[in-house]
């Protein structure tokens, strides 16, 4: 009859390292840990001699116990290292900029067309221009941000509903990468109010002027 010389089951310093203690079941070590004091675990009962040629039962591996591993991995590998998005884009550049100060220089521009040079544009026409250089400056910014390295960007479809919805997005994956880029949106907004009523004037004298249908050539 065979003897077990194992420990009996109990609380025993973990081999692993991983808490103080670890129970120790009698056959082998479980996942429950403690970090109180150490019980003194129960005296194991005298081992009677094997029956000869009885090969000797093997002992717990108490020097050769490999780390315990987290449920769910089994290589015993550490985790990864998160990978740092690289962004060598500033914030904003000369084409937010543009989209954001588009109210004051589309305003400026007719203006001078208008009482400068005398180039009279109905409105209607010019805004439908001004809205096709806006989509195009979005497609060009969000082609640089996607060159740059930014993980997440705006889709230029958001200008067609005008910069701004375009411009907020931009500003919340901006903050994100590099923790700046407001100011594009900010100046459109301070822009947009302060040049709104100088375009509107402006529009009302052209209209009055040429007429409402008959445009001089």
Do not use: C, N
């Not at 500033?90 to 900029?97: C, E, L, N, R, Y």
């Amino acid at each position: 009859m065979q003897v077990s010389t194992l420990p009996p089951p109990g609380w025993y310093p973990d081999p692993a390292k991983l808490a103080p203690e670890r129970w120790w079941s009698g056959v082998g070590w479980t996942d429950e840990t403690r970090t109180g004091a150490p019980e003194p675990p129960a005296a194991a009962p005298a081992a009677a001699p094997a029956a000869p040629g009885t090969p000797p039962v093997p002992r717990p591996p108490w020097d050769t116990f490999g780390p315990v591993r987290p449920m769910g991995r089994h290589d015993g590998a550490a985790p990864p290292a998160p990978v740092a998005r690289v962004v060598h884009l500033p914030p904003t550049d000369g084409t937010t900029w543009l989209l954001g100060a588009s109210p004051l220089l589309a305003t400026l521009a007719y203006i001078v067309l208008a009482f400068g040079l005398g180039i009279m544009i109905p409105p209607l026409p010019y805004l439908a221009a001004l809205y096709a250089v806006t989509v195009l400056l979005a497609v060009v910014d969000a082609s640089r941000m996607r060159a740059a390295g930014y993980a997440s960007r705006p889709t230029p479809l958001l200008a067609l509903a005008t910069p701004l919805p375009y411009l907020a997005v931009r500003t919340r994956e901006s903050r994100r990468s590099t923790g700046g880029g407001a100011g594009p949106l900010i100046a459109f907004a301070v822009t947009l109010v302060l040049s709104a009523p100088a375009f509107v004037f402006g529009a009302v004298v052209i209209v009055d002027a040429g007429g409402l249908y008959g445009w001089p050539a």
